[in-house]
């Protein structure tokens, strides 16, 4: 079934790109596949619906964009805010209209939160995840626990620009997206509009099986190596409450000389074992930890994660940054995840 987007959101983001000579786009830190497909995907949208050039579009990211996405179309053309912050704030002012993709508030935009927020120009969010915010963007289209943002975007170009908005690189962006997000079509999703939106973008000879090559199938020995010693020697098991949960240090990325990127997929191992149908990433950074929280059966991880770590997102994917240290993050998560699964 079809994606229904409601008029008068339609009517107000037209009017406001319509109005605009200049268009910057923004995703979340540390971007997936869906943040950079979305970001991408619809400024190929814009191009080709709306008489923007390359120089009419700002592409901004909190950080750098992970190698396994520099194959879509147009990402040589993103600015990164940790090297190239002069770039954004003159992004930021020659601007006429700021859109955010794929995420729900300013706290997920690292250095880009303050420009975003002392902007006076229109800013139009889209994304899927809880509470969006209300206060700084208008119009907000958002639709909860739809696979991805990218999807969101497919049905979007159809409300605005019909069935030949499309063009061979939006469509190759937005399936990446989808794809990385759905883990190629794998985590539970029983909305039959993901399958719509990916039937009609496989049509634009984008090539899926190649797509998915770049995205699954690209691992540097040293990244290999090092999901192989997290496996054997960073995974904890809690069989009889159906939950697992990886733990790495720093210590552990420098030792494989990995990236933060790198751990891109791990926790998705949790889910592969026949008993476990809840599962985290601990990983410890410079100044915090991250937790990403995976969920196969009805186990709420966004609950867990807004309850115990002021985290959130999906259902069946979620995170949060822990407050404490690395130690003290693990002892939390295996007492209150343990308790949570015991009831």
Not at 28 to 46: E, K, Q, V, W, Y
Not at 96 to 112: K, S
Not at 320 to 339: C, H, R, V, Y
Request: glycine share 6%; aromatic share 10%.
């Amino acid at each position: 079934m079809a994606l229904v987007i409601d008029n008068k959101k339609i009517e107000s983001i037209l009017e406001l790109v319509q109005g605009s000579k200049k268009v910057l786009i923004l995703a979340h830190m540390n971007p997936d596949g869906d943040a950079i497909g979305s970001m991408l995907g619809l400024a190929h949208l814009l191009k080709r619906n709306a008489g923007f050039a390359d120089e009419d579009l700002f592409l901004l990211l909190p950080n750098v964009c992970p190698e396994s996405f520099r194959f879509l179309p147009g990402s040589e053309r993103i600015i990164c805010a940790d090297t190239q912050f002069e770039l954004c704030q003159k992004a930021f002012e020659e601007t006429d209209l700021i859109i955010g993709v794929d995420f729900n508030n300013t706290t997920r935009i690292g250095r880009l939160q303050e420009l975003v927020e002392q902007s006076k120009k229109p800013k139009i969010l889209i994304d899927h995840h809880h509470g969006p915010d209300q206060e700084r963007f208008s119009p907000i289209v958002s639709v909860v626990d739809l696979s991805s943002t990218c999807e969101l975007i497919y049905w979007l170009c159809n409300a605005c620009w019909g069935t030949n908005g499309l063009s061979i690189e939006a469509a190759r962006c937005l399936y990446t997206g989808i794809c990385t997000d759905t883990g190629s079509f794998a985590y539970a999703n029983e909305s039959s509009s993901l399958y719509e939106a990916a039937s009609e973008l496989v049509k634009h000879d984008i090539g899926p099986a190649e797509i998915h090559n770049e995205i699954f199938n690209d691992f540097s020995v040293n990244r290999m190596q090092f999901f192989g010693y997290c496996i054997s020697e960073r995974l904890r098991i809690f069989e009889d409450k159906g939950f697992a949960y990886f733990y790495i240090s720093q210590q552990d990325q420098q030792k494989f000389s990995v990236k933060e990127s790198d751990t891109e997929g791990l926790v998705n191992y949790t889910l592969m074992m026949r008993n476990i149908h809840v599962g985290a990433l601990v990983k410890e950074l410079k100044d915090k930890v991250r937790i990403s929280f995976r969920s196969k059966k009805d186990f709420d991880v966004n609950t867990y994660a807004r309850t115990y770590f002021s985290g959130g997102g999906h259902t069946k994917a979620s995170g949060a940054t822990s407050t404490l240290n690395f130690q003290d993050t693990l002892e939390k998560l295996e007492e209150t995840m343990l308790e949570e699964l015991s009831r």
